[in-house]
């Protein structure tokens, strides 16, 4: 029982199951959130397959069961098994045999799973919709062409549309807008949502189990495929086949297709030229950053939701101060929250000053893993195309591993997806170079110095 604010016993076992699930959590989360909403939660033990944790205050669990709740219920599921359950208490709660609190949480994961479709997982989330997107001048045709498609789905001349632009724009809100306006519209119509990482991956995976005939079925018998970041299939040939043979079924058939990028698709060097002619049969939307006014509407809009309120000059100071991208605004009121709660401190112009500047310094550099593998290759003066095959040369090994660590480092990559960028090595392949890596860098002072020579130019290309 816990009697005190910080938990004395820590049951081994739920900590190590925690760091797990912390693992987990860390590859779906930016690094900010999970600082904020994920590193104050502390294991305190686990029985039966419910694990129970401490949390610092009744605000911070209704803000991660609103904003994390399908996140954390997959992430125990897959930790602890199907029956997994996580109970919580707050901090300041002494006596939780007789916590209220506690029982709501239970309920809350457990209607998670009610809420789940049957059938097949969507990947739509509910969280974006049309009404919580603001327009604006940078995002105006791709909204419009948005908005057609989710009332007449296949039914407009804009299949594919293909929505492009830089991170944090607003791209994966607008396409899940209309999955989620078609669900809405169109209760029969099956429609799926999902990054081409992911399709990748299970592209792999179904080569691997022999099922290459039921997965390419499974997305040739959807109504809508919206499929996120397509950039990613650059460099993955057979899995740009598959696509291009989907895409032609679900074209001809008048089913309609969905595609986001961070480039236009003349620019998207390394895919295939029947594919990139394809993207261009419908509609090519780009959204550009924000204007003031614009991100200044978002602001107020989010702060809305949030239930924060707060007055017209500090609004004004963050649409000012953070300009280029609207995952930092939301993050900046995010953080402002977290700390204010966390803190009990009032939020006041000092406070966002601190946060906006917080924010500003740790902005992430948009690292990819091809940039990794470049400027490794170019350091060890070793061909890119030798990295992905199976040489045991000594010098691709190192280049290979150096690599690995890397890209582990600096992007949110799964292990998966790294060893698929690798030449489809398995995740403990990855783990293995980690390991070798961090085990040199910390023997070998030469090693060091390369390995920090390599993450200053990666680092330098991608700002
Ligand atoms: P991208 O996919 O282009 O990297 P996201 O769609 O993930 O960007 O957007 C980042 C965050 O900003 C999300 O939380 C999203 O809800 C929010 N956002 C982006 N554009 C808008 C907008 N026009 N109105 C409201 N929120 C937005
Ligand atoms: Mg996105």
Redo the contacts with the bound molecule.
């Keep these: 029982m816990l009697e005190t604010q910080t938990p004395k016993k820590v049951d081994l076992n739920s900590e190590k199951i925690w760091n797990n699930c912390l693992t987990n959590i860390k590859r779906n989360v930016s690094q900010m959130t999970f600082n904020t909403w994920f590193l104050p939660i502390k294991p305190i033990d686990i029985n039966n397959s419910t694990l129970k944790v401490l949390l610092p205050s009744q605000f911070f669990w209704e803000w991660i069961d609103e904003h994390f709740n399908s996140l954390i219920h997959s992430t125990i599921t897959s930790v602890i098994g199907p029956d997994a359950n996580l109970a919580y208490i707050i901090a300041d709660e002494k006596d939780e045999e007789h916590n209220p609190v506690f029982v709501k949480q239970e309920k809350a994961v457990k209607k998670s799973v009610e809420i789940e479709k049957p059938d097949f997982e969507t990947y739509i989330n509910p969280?974006?919709t049309f009404d919580?997107?603001?327009?604006?001048e940078?995002?105006q045709l791709a909204?419009a062409a948005a908005g057609a498609i989710g009332d007449n789905p296949g039914g407009t001349s804009f299949n594919p549309l293909f929505?492009y632009?830089?991170?944090?724009?607003?791209?994966?809100?607008?396409?899940?807008a209309i999955g989620n306006k078609i669900i809405q519209n169109f209760p029969l119509k099956k429609a799926i949502y999902l990054s081409s990482d992911i399709f990748t991956i299970e592209f792999v995976e179904a080569i691997q189990s022999n099922k290459v005939n039921e997965f390419s079925n499974f997305y040739r018998s959807m109504d809508v495929l919206i499929l996120?970041?397509i950039q990613f299939l650059i460099g993955k040939e057979k899995t740009q086949d598959l696509f291009f043979h989907i895409f032609n079924t679900l074209h001809q058939s008048g089913k309609q297709i969905i595609l986001?990028s961070?480039k236009p698709p003349k620019d998207l060097k390394g895919m295939d030229d029947r594919l990139i002619s394809r993207f261009q049969w419908g509609l090519s939307a780009d959204?550009q950053p924000?204007d003031f006014e614009?991100r200044n509407?978002?602001l107020r809009?989010?702060a809305e939701e949030f239930g924060l309120a707060l007055p017209t000059d500090i609004f004004e100071y963050i649409a000012s101060h953070i300009v280029s991208?609207?995952?930092e605004?939301?993050g900046c009121l995010i953080k402002l929250l977290a700390n204010a709660s966390l803190n009990s401190k009032k939020i006041d112009f000092d406070l966002v000053k601190t946060t906006v500047k917080e924010i500003a310094t740790s902005r992430q550099v948009n690292v990819t893993i091809e940039n990794i593998t470049s400027v490794v290759c170019s350091f060890l003066n070793v061909g890119e195309d030798k990295i992905r095959d199976k040489t045991r040369k000594k010098e691709v090994v190192l280049a290979r591993q150096i690599a690995m660590f890397l890209a582990k480092d600096l992007t949110r990559s799964s292990l998966k997806t790294i060893g698929l960028h690798f030449g489809g090595r398995d995740h403990s392949t990855v783990i293995h170079a980690c390991t070798s890596v961090e085990k040199n860098i910390i023997v070998d002072e030469s090693m060091k110095e390369l390995v920090k020579k390599i993450k200053e130019k990666i680092e330098l290309d991608s700002v």
Excluded: C, M, S, W
Excluded at 165 to 176: A, E, F, I, P, R
């Design positions: 969280r974006y919580n997107f603001i327009k604006g940078g995002n909204r929505v632009g830089g991170v944090g724009l607003g791209k994966t809100h607008l396409v899940q996120d970041d986001t961070d959204i924000p614009t509407a978002i809009r989010k991208n609207i995952r605004l939301e």
